[in-house]
């Protein structure tokens, strides 16, 4: 806290960041409610990071546990890189919400509770034998009970709305309330409204009156007498935007097939949390993106095959379960050398699993998911806005080297969002594309420096040929059974993927670049193991920080790095996959932290660790 003023009798405190969740039942509105909040503090200037965070279920039973939807907002006049380990503030639509977040809160948290839904039923839906209102399960937080319901419903009285519509409507009172706490604007809210609901007056009046009575109540209640004002960060100078990962990703294969100079399509089956980059792609039919949602898993994918042997920049998108059903076909795109970039947006598995939660443990079937010896690339995004960097990296090595990669995202930052700088034109990476027409000495097989062969497309003149899954000669692309032909295929295709390598930049280091404990992570960890890193060098404890986003092939200085360290710590959301993936390649004896709850790391938890190995602090 650094300033206090006073306004209408009202205290403000300016304080340098705030983590908030929004809790209630999946019909409740949770997710719009912490979309809006984020849109709006990020147009105030603040850097933030949020969670989504749902039930598999489509609509749960009302009240229940299983079907607590909440969103976790995290933002600051600082840099951050996480959604919050413990929220400062709870709002709690019911008591099943109340009940499932409360132990996840800071001690002497804000908790905002819609006292109308905490009545008999709904604390038997919610496992409570007593009212916790009654007895000292909130004591040690500052509780606002409020009427949340009723005062929606007292805003709205003479309206021609059902009484489950004005019901519906709360979620708007709620985000109203909390603009007022933390001194953000309503406008860009209200501008949203008269978007969304232009066609239905009545939702329109109704959202907007629900709005700023939330707002005003704020005001005008004795109830709160303080709001706090969070400035905004010291961000790089440029144009800004909030984006989502999966957005981001869309938007990177569109700026890949302008950059590229080839149409772009996308065959793929809806699966969650991957859905939305079809629904995202299907908005730029003006930059001639043709996005076909197939019948199936396979049907995705074999499409998308189809669309590369026709001289487009293919990709498909899937989350863990459909990338099983795909790995034919991808062996497929392996065998015919095709380029195919593939999107695993990781869930919680086996099987069907945790659809809705995060995890990375798809690596090792990215890596060896395939019959044979079916060699891909692999890249993965560590946060919302790379993932359009890297949307726009798996495009570039596709097309470069004329075969599959799969690109590795996650679904906390697949739904997560942030600020993202938009890129100029000119700095991103120039890779335009030109199809084989030459016909003399035209071989299916032929091959460059990097062992790439040539991209005719069907039917031009003189360049027919014919691919499959049968085993190719080497140049001619005949289908051939000969043994030693086959060996060389194989070898060849591998060595392709180390080619690929010069491609790949250095890995960097973040601190010393020699010392007693490096932390490596891949993926959607990279946010929670920075400030992880950041907390420990403010308690004087020395460790450095090395993030992996191209995963095969590794940097070639991987290995020089690694051997620069006394000890590795590898956290995963997973069993140990790139763990066991540098014991095999490295020979180290590398350190693992394992997680797999569906959720990202709390960096609380990761600096744990790192004391565990290191011994404490003070320049240790």
């Known amino acids: 806290m650094t300033e206090e003023v006073r306004k209408n009798g009202k205290e403000t405190i300016d304080v340098s960041e705030v983590t908030v969740r929004f809790a209630g039942d999946s019909g409740d509105g949770m997710q719009l409610t912490g979309t809006q909040f984020s849109n709006t503090t990020a147009l105030v200037g603040n850097d933030l990071s949020t969670l989504p965070d749902y039930p598999a279920e489509i609509r749960a039973p009302a009240g229940t546990l299983y079907g607590v939807s909440g969103f976790q907002l995290h933002f600051s006049s600082m840099d951050i890189h996480t959604p919050g380990d413990q929220p400062d503030v709870l709002v709690a639509m019911n008591p099943a919400a109340l009940k499932i977040n409360l132990n996840e809160i800071k001690k002497d948290a804000i908790i905002i509770l819609n006292t109308d839904s905490f009545n008999a039923k709904n604390y038997k839906m919610a496992g409570y034998t007593d009212n916790p209102l009654d007895d000292d399960t909130l004591s040690g937080h500052r509780v606002f009970r409020i009427p949340i319901t009723t005062l929606t419903a007292n805003a709205l009285e003479g309206s021609s709305l059902t009484n489950k519509e004005i019901d519906r409507s709360k979620n708007f009172f709620a985000l109203g309330l ?35 009575s939330g707002y005003y109540f704020g005001d005008s209640t004795e109830i709160f007498t303080t709001r706090y004002s969070v400035k905004p960060a010291k961000l790089k100078k440029g144009t800004y935007r909030n984006i989502s990962g999966n957005e981001a990703t869309a938007m990177g294969f569109v700026a890949a097939a302008e950059l590229s100079g080839l149409p772009l399509f996308l065959g793929s089956y809806p699966i969650t949390p991957a859905s939305d980059i079809l629904h995202y792609l299907s908005r730029y039919k003006n930059f001639g993106v043709k996005t076909f949602q197939a019948e199936d898993e396979i ?101 470069k080297f004329m075969m599959p990669v799969v690109l590795l995202t996650d679904g906390y930052i697949a739904n997560g969002s942030e600020p993202w700088r938009v890129p100029h034109v000119e700095d991103l990476p120039e890779f335009k594309v030109t199809h084989r027409t030459e016909v003399e000495n035209f071989n299916a097989y032929d091959r460059d420096e990097n062992l790439t062969r040539p991209w005719a497309i069907p ?145 609380t938890d990761l600096l744990d660790k790192i004391k565990e190995l290191v011994g404490g602090g003070d320049d240790k």
């Not at 604007?185 to 009545?202: A, G, R, V």
């Not at 998911?369 to 798996?394: K, L, W």
């Open 178 to 212: 909390m603009y007022w706490l933390f001194n953000r604007p309503i406008e860009p809210t209200l501008e949203w409204i008269k978007s969304k609901f232009k066609n239905d007056e009545s939702i329109l009046d109704a959202n907007t009156k629900v709005l700023k």
């Open 459 to 603: 039917g031009t003149p003189g360049l027919e040929h014919r691919i499959g899954g049968l085993e190719k000669q080497n140049i001619t692309g005949n289908v051939s059974y000969d043994p030693d032909n086959h060996h060389a295929m194989i070898e060849l295709r591998a060595e392709k993927i180390k080619k690929m390598q010069k491609e790949v930049p250095d890995l960097e280091v973040r601190g010393d670049e020699k010392g007693g404990l490096l932390v490596l992570g891949w993926g959607g960890t990279y946010g929670a193991i920075t400030e992880a890193i950041d907390k420990s060098w403010k308690e004087g404890i020395k460790v450095s920080q090395a993030h992996l986003n191209y995963l095969n092939p590794f940097p070639k200085n991987l290995g020089e790095v690694l051997h620069n360290f006394d000890q590795i710590l590898v956290p995963e959301i997973n069993m140990g996959q790139l763990a066991a993936m540098i014991r095999n390649y490295y020979l180290l004896p590398v350190k693992q932290f394992n997680k797999m709850r569906g959720l990202p790391f709390k960096s």
């Open 299 to 399: 049907a995705g994918i074999t499409s998308s095959i189809g669309a590369a042997f026709g001289g487009s920049l293919a990709i498909t998108t899937t989350s863990g379960p459909g990338m099983a059903l795909k790995s034919e076909a991808l062996g497929l795109a392996v065998m015919t050398e095709l380029p195919l970039v593939v999107v695993n947006v990781q869930r919680g598995g086996p099987s069907t699993g945790l659809p809705t939660k995060t995890e990375q443990a798809d690596l090792f079937q990215a890596m060896y998911g395939r019959n044979g010896e079916g060699p891909v690339g692999i890249v993965a995004a560590s946060t919302p806005s790379d993932c359009f960097h890297m949307a726009v990296e798996a495009s570039r090595l596709a097309l």
